[in-house]
């Protein structure tokens, strides 16, 4: 009873009316940029999509089968030759190449957001400081908010799911860069300014080599959660498998929506063990490249 009547008596705070306030601010000043943001990823995932496109199935699909043969060994290869010929053989190529095509996109978009304010956190405590709170509300906030300033300022279809899926994604490869960069052996980073190398050059041949085993498990989960967020994309037109998960789910149709759902599977082990692959120090690995590269210098 006292705790209904102290409740009663606060005064309700609209926060809510405050961000619609800053959604309809920012479309009636800021449409200009919106609609060049919005024609660039739409431009960008047209042109990615009629690239995965250009080949038939089964000639695409033995060029990622050889992409992954090279870079995580036949294992992969092999999953990747049965798994994109299952999904060609479900009839859902077009859906999982949109799928693809909108993940790459937003996927390339974090990378190039996340890692270098990841680089900037771990230089600096005053960026540390500011970019922690502000990646604990992005991490915490539910995947369905941000759809909804997104459909607002790009209206319908892939290029609202996209910019959601970038907002939502950035977290873990920010975080992982910061980790990764901070984890480098001091000693190393002193040697190098010991013989006089510039602070660029410290980054690019000593720290970043060095953290790639931690900022490539950022991208990992950066793509892993970029492909979750494209399915849920789905429900504001984004198409791909996400809109077939969504049409099985009104249509009440167990076998499109699971089929979907394993298409979705595929991609996602698929760029898992790819990005694995990538940040391991396999001689085939981006790291071990980087390392051979800088020591050849």
Known sequence: MTTDVLASDLPRVHVGD???????????NLGW??????SALDWAIGNLTDLLNLLPPLGLTVVLALIALVLSGWRLGLFALLGFALIDSMELWDSAMDT?????????????????????????????????????????????????P???????????GVVATVIFSLPPGVRLTELGIRGVDPE??????????PPLRVLTRIQIPLAMPSIMAGVNQLIMLALSMVVISGMVGAGGLGGDVVEGIQRVDIAGGFEAGLGVVVLAIYLDRLTGALGSEHPRGLRALLTTGTAKR
């Open 100 to 148: 693809l095509a909108q993940v790459l996109v937003a996927a390339v978009i974090g990378v190039v957001i996340s890692v270098p304010i990841g680089i900037a956190a771990a230089r600096s405590q005053l960026v540390s400081r500011v970019v922690r709170p502000v990646l604990d509300f992005m991490q915490t906030m539910p995947a369905f908010v941000y759809l909804i």
């Open 33 to 38: 940029l919106f609609d060049g943001i919005g």
């Open 188 to 197: 190393m980073v002193e040697a190098g300014e010991a013989f006089g190398t």
């Open 150 to 160: 997104a459909i607002f300022f790009f209206h319908i279809g892939a290029v609202p």
């Open 18 to 28: 405050w961000f619609d306030d800053l959604v309809t601010w920012c479309t009636d």
